[in-house]
């Protein structure tokens, strides 16, 4: 079985560039998860869907940044424009209501911003 | 936000010998859970606790969910280098989750 997949794996881009990180939730899986990690601030929760409609976004750091998930198999986390702060690995993590609540995750985006 | 805080944050021990991570908060938690992530790769699941008191056994890890629910604690017997990698706890309302920064830990042949 697919598990989570986000692309790209790796991200170089230039300060005030738009980036757009990309995920696929496991299939049947009506919750997804989007997930920040750095050495300092460690695994942060960005925003989470259910049924394809945001229904947390206060880990959201700015404006800059965007989430959307128009179909049950595909979202989209958009940083525009992007800063050497938001440098970090992004993860997506689906899972399914009414189970046990584990977290399945992708291997991540690591971003880096020039 | 419950927040979990994780101690140490770093360790590195040889192979062979045990060890215990710590989990702790001052919020009341339904359930918590422990993951671990291997470099360049996402969490994964190890185990979830979800009553106070209650101990679970993963082949040589340990985990207990304190009686009040607000900590929990990981502990290896005979550490291999395969344990190497973050150990994260995590634990919220809902489906949403709050994550510890995590310990490190290195385990050398």
């Known amino acids: 079985d697919a598990g989570v997949i986000q692309s790209p794996r790796h991200e170089v881009t230039e300060m005030g560039q738009e980036v757009t990180l990309r995920c696929k939730p496991i299939?049947?899986?009506?919750?997804l998860f989007w997930y920040r990690q750095t050495m300092m601030r460690g695994l942060e929760l960005l925003i989470y869907f259910n049924n394809n409609v945001p229904i947390d976004d206060s880990g959201m750091p700015e404006d800059r940044f965007s989430a959307k998930m128009p179909n049950a198999s595909f979202s989209t986390l958009k940083i525009q424009p992007s800063e050497p702060r938001d440098s970090a690995v992004y993860f997506c993590?689906?899972?399914?209501?009414?189970?046990?609540?584990?977290?399945?995750f992708g291997p991540g985006t690591r971003l880096t911003v020039l | 936000t419950q927040l979990l805080e994780q101690s140490p944050q770093f360790l590195s021990i040889q192979e062979g010998e045990n060890l215990t991570v710590y989990c702790n908060s001052s919020?009341?938690?339904?359930?918590l859970q422990w993951y671990r992530q291997e470099p360049g790769e996402g969490p994964v699941l190890l185990v979830t606790?979800?009553?106070?008191?209650e101990v679970k056994k993963l082949k040589r890890l340990t985990f207990q969910f304190g009686d009040a629910r607000k900590d929990s604690s990981l502990h290896i017997t005979a550490a291999q280098p395969g344990d190497t990698g973050l150990y994260l706890c995590?634990?919220?309302?809902?489906?949403?989750?709050?994550f510890g920064k995590g310990t490190s830990l290195l385990v050398t042949p």
């Open positions: 919020s009341v938690f339904s359930s």
């Open positions: 606790v979800v009553t106070g008191g």
């Open positions: 993590a689906s899972t399914l209501a009414g189970g046990p609540r584990e977290q399945f």
């Open positions: 995590a634990g919220g309302s809902g489906y949403a989750l709050n």
């Open positions: 299939s049947g899986h009506d919750y």
